[in-house]
C-alpha cells in the first residue's frame, strides 16, 4: 500500500506515506472522542430530565407517531 501511495507521486517517500496515516488516525480519534463525548452529554441531559419526572414512555411515543402518519396519509 505503502508502494501504491508513493507512485501516485502524493507522497516522496515511505517516511511521508506513514506519518499522513499516522496524521489520519490522530484525527479519526479526535473525532470519536468528541462524538463520544457529545453522547455522553446527551445522555447526562436524559438522566436529568429522568429525575425531573419528564420522561415518557417510548412504546406510547411510537404509537402517537404511527397514529399521526396514519391521520396524515388519510387512512
Do not use: C, H, P, W
Not at 516522496?12 to 453522547?39: M, N
Not at 447526562?44 to 411515543?61: A, K, N, T, Y
Request: aromatic content about 6%.
Amino acid at each position: 500500500m505503502i508502494a501504491q501511495q508513493i507512485k501516485t507521486g502524493k507522497y516522496q517517500d515511505d517516511l511521508a506515506v506513514i506519518q499522513e496515516g499516522l496524521r489520519l488516525l490522530a484525527e479519526r480519534d479526535r473525532i470519536y472522542r468528541g462524538r463520544f463525548e457529545q453522547l455522553k452529554q446527551e445522555v447526562m441531559i436524559g438522566v436529568q430530565e429522568l429525575r425531573r419526572g419528564e420522561s415518557f414512555d417510548g412504546r406510547e411515543f411510537i404509537n402517537r407517531l404511527k397514529a399521526t402518519n396514519l391521520q396524515d396519509s388519510g387512512s
